[in-house]
């Protein structure tokens, strides 16, 4: 059957590669944001945070786009869902984009003072993250929900680090006053990890609606 | 590999408890002929009771023939012919013993235009129940609560002797319906009928249906798919095969349909990439 909606799917095309856009973004801040605390490096932290703003004007474009193409289309089945679960998508990436400032503005406070510990699991725990970030992209591209489900199923590696370095900050923290303030910055920093394992896991979900028509919680 | 482009639903759609189903038109296997030329192909359908039924499709697909099937309408137009089993409560309308005066009450149907007779108001609606003989008194209070059914009474109960063609499009189209239920039909067919109406009297027409699926069935030929997907309980898609006689291609919950539809077919048409 010929397609008789050309323009229809150039706005479905370009909000896609939107979506894929931002993700980019935001998996790049995600990893800056870490290398900003690894490397000391608070120029690098200052740009993650501000390129931030890229990401939220970006975010308020593909809603517009989405709602514009709702209005005028009137959209139904695999159409109405996709765009649905953009307008999903584009959100969780946006919260993303906010981890990463949270990550970013950690490292700007940690960066100067002693360094608590040296940093083994938090590195793991956001090479994890990021990879999802990058991979969950890529289910989205291809449309492929059994990738997306496995994505998902590593939502427990991570969540395993994080109670791991929880345990071993709030150690640290009974061991020492002094080690209250580092450890608690720590802290919040791996809740930013562990919220965007948990937001491609809300991804993970988008992919199999759309899919499937039937909304599943993975985690 | 999959993508965005060819991606169907995969998932079953959710099933109905049978104890609750109460099919009050059954066709099955029909097939339908103008001379040599057959514009049915085995199609079957199941029409619950006290639902709203849409058959939807690409014209020239057989939704409005199958929906003149229901109550013989075909039998007006010479050389046609229909085969197969069409049961109203278990009996074949198609069947040649059966009353056609009868079937059609108790079938009504809502024409695409408007059709007024060049009568009064009141006189449209009390035609049906004069020529079945009812009492002036019947009549009068048919014609009062046929008129409050479609939203018409407070309208026009000051002037029911004015002609009817002084109406509006959109309360012509409600008092032919008047009319249909005036003879206390069982069954209401309608074919596209708010194609000539105005978004306002469209969603008028709407309206009513969702209050007289209570006590009637309906089954409704539309163009509007977004109408469809609004006013119906369950949906079939048809389609021309490939000698051109109209099938069904897909029958279900007007949900399924239009968020889940199982066949490709029918995805492609409601998202409109069909042609």
């Known amino acids: 059957m010929a397609t008789t909606r050309t323009l229809f799917d150039q706005e479905l095309a370009e909000l896609k590669s939107g979506v894929i856009r931002m993700g980019s973004m935001v998996e790049q801040a995600i990893a800056e944001s870490m290398r900003a605390l690894v490397d000391r490096n608070n120029a690098l932290a200052k740009e993650v945070i501000a390129r931030d703003q890229e990401v939220n004007e970006l975010h308020r474009q593909l809603r517009e786009r989405a709602f514009m193409i709702m209005a005028t289309q009137q959209p139904v089945a695999r159409d109405l869902r996709l765009i649905v679960s953009f307008q999903h998508m584009v959100l969780e990436l946006e919260r993303m984009g906010d981890h990463a400032v949270g990550i970013a503005r950690a490292a700007l406070r940690l960066n100067d003072l002693p360094q608590l510990k040296p940093y083994i699991d938090l590195p793991r725990m956001a090479e994890i993250t990021e990879s999802q970030v990058h991979e969950i992209l890529g289910a989205v591209i291809e449309a492929d929900q059994d990738r997306a489900r496995a994505i998902a199923e590593r939502d427990d590696d991570v969540d395993v680090l994080y109670h791991k370095i929880w345990d071993e900050l709030v150690g640290f923290m009974v061991q020492d006053p002094a080690n209250v303030q580092r450890a608690a910055i720590l802290l919040f920093l791996a809740k930013d990890l562990e919220r965007i394992a948990d937001r491609v896991t809300n991804i993970a979900e988008d992919v199999v609606f759309l899919h499937t028509g039937r909304i599943v919680e993975l985690s | ?275």
């Open chain 2, 1 to 275: 590999m999959m993508t965005w482009a060819n991606m169907q639903a995969d998932v079953a759609a959710p099933t109905t408890h049978e104890a609750e189903i109460e099919i009050k038109l059954d066709a099955r296997h029909v097939n339908f002929f103008y001379g040599d030329f057959q514009a049915l192909q085995d199609a079957s359908l199941a029409v619950q009771a006290r639902k709203i039924t849409a058959l939807i499709g690409p014209s020239g697909c057989g939704k409005t023939t199958f929906l003149r099937i229901f109550n013989r309408m075909h039998d007006l137009t010479p050389g046609t012919r229909a085969t197969g089993e069409v049961l109203l409560d278990g009996h074949n309308v198609l069947s040649p013993d059966i009353d056609v005066i009868n079937l059609r009450r108790q079938v009504g149907m809502l024409f695409q235009r408007a059709n007024p007779f060049p009568k009064s108001i009141y006189d449209n609606v009390a035609y049906g129940p004069h020529i079945l003989g009812w009492s002036k008194q019947q009549i009068s209070e048919i014609v009062e609560e046929s008129l409050k059914d479609t939203g018409l009474w407070e309208e026009v109960k000051d002037r029911l002797q004015r002609s009817a063609l002084n109406l509006s499009g959109g309360q012509q189209q409600r008092l032919c319906l008047a009319r249909a239920l005036a003879v206390k039909p069982e069954v209401i067919l309608m074919d596209e009928p708010a194609s000539a109406l105005d978004p306002i009297a469209t969603l008028r027409i709407e309206e009513l249906m969702q209050e007289l699926k209570k006590r009637y069935t309906i089954v409704i030929v539309t163009h509007n798919m977004q109408q469809s997907a609004r006013v119906s309980d369950f949906t079939a898609f048809m389609l021309m095969n490939e000698r051109r006689a109209g099938e069904v291609i897909e029958f279900g919950p007007t949900d399924d349909i239009f968020n889940r539809p199982k066949d490709s077919r029918t995805e492609d048409y409601i998202t409109g990439r069909f042609g």
